[in-house]
């Protein structure tokens, strides 16, 4: 899959998508991450994407020249199933949206900036607006990046043990169950006698209760 990012500070996230399983992704060929520099496609000399917004509120507007230009030019490269917007009052992105979009070959994520976009961009470029969660970003792109992460690592073989993404905390709408390593007892605190019985049915069983009873507790929202 390929995700084409429109930023003003590609410096902002470039080092994350080189790093760990992002990196890894890229180097088995399972992703293509391609960060843009929405400066790039200005065409005015000090390089502005943004004015005054009509109407004379505070802050300023990104224009929709240089986002339209760099959009344009990628969808004449190749087709794109989403062109999506980082913006707290999207959709709110989970683990259901995230399994549907990993799904997909090409997505474009515009970061938002400054008092917002021109609205015409959201009107005709835009496909889909997400926000991943309900409090105010400087910008989007630490949006895009947790969009992005959550996107690619459930893409199958970016995680060696693919059934480690699957038994994910929100995958089954249940929380994880709790994990531990050695030692088995530590100052004291021992590890639930079952994870050391080596009796498999009975441990898949414990993870199962203890991932309801945290749900329960923790998240109750989820088991409606
Ligand atoms: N940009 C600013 N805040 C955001 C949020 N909560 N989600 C997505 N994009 C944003």
Same mark, same amino acid.
């Given at each position: ?16 998508? @080189? ?6 992704? !890229? ?9 843009? @520099?929405? /400066? #790039? ?6 390089? /502005? ?29 190749? +087709? ?14 989970? !683990?259901?949206?995230? @399994? ?5 070959? +090409? ?15 959201? *009107?005709?470029?835009?496909?889909? &607006?997400?926000?991943?969660? #309900? ?25 060696? #043990? &693919? !059934? ?8 089954? +709408? ?25 009796? *498999? /049915? +009975? ?6 209760? !203890?991932?309801?009873?945290?749900? /329960?507790?923790?998240?109750? #929202?989820?088991?409606?």
């Amino acid at each position: 899959m390929r995700i084409d990012i429109i930023t003003v500070l590609p410096e902002m996230i470039e080092g994350f998508f @080189n790093c760990s399983i992002m990196a890894r992704a !890229q180097k088995k060929g399972l992703a293509e991450f391609h960060l843009h @520099n929405l /400066r #790039d496609y200005t065409l005015d000399k000090h390089r /502005r994407v943004d004015d005054y917004p009509y109407g004379g509120c505070a802050g300023m507007v990104m224009q929709i020249e240089p986002i339209d230009r760099c959009i344009s030019a990628l969808k004449s490269e190749r +087709n794109y199933d989403e062109v999506i917007f980082t913006t707290p009052d999207g959709e709110q992105f989970d !683990q259901k949206m995230a @399994n549907t979009l990993s799904l997909t070959e +090409n997505l474009i994520i515009l970061c938002g900036h400054f008092k917002g976009i021109d609205y015409r961009i959201r *009107e005709h470029l835009i496909t889909k &607006e997400i926000s991943i969660g #309900d409090y105010v970003l400087t910008g989007g792109e630490l949006a895009a990046a947790v969009m992005a992460d959550a996107i690619v690592r459930i893409i199958p073989g970016v995680i060696s #043990d &693919e !059934q480690s993404a699957l038994s994910d905390s929100f995958q089954d +709408n249940l929380l994880a169950p709790p994990v531990y390593t050695r030692p088995a007892e530590y100052k004291g605190w021992r590890v639930p006698d079952v994870l050391l019985s080596g009796h *498999e /049915r +009975n441990i898949r069983d414990w993870e199962l209760q !203890q991932s309801i009873e945290r749900t /329960r507790l923790l998240r109750p #929202d989820l088991l409606k």
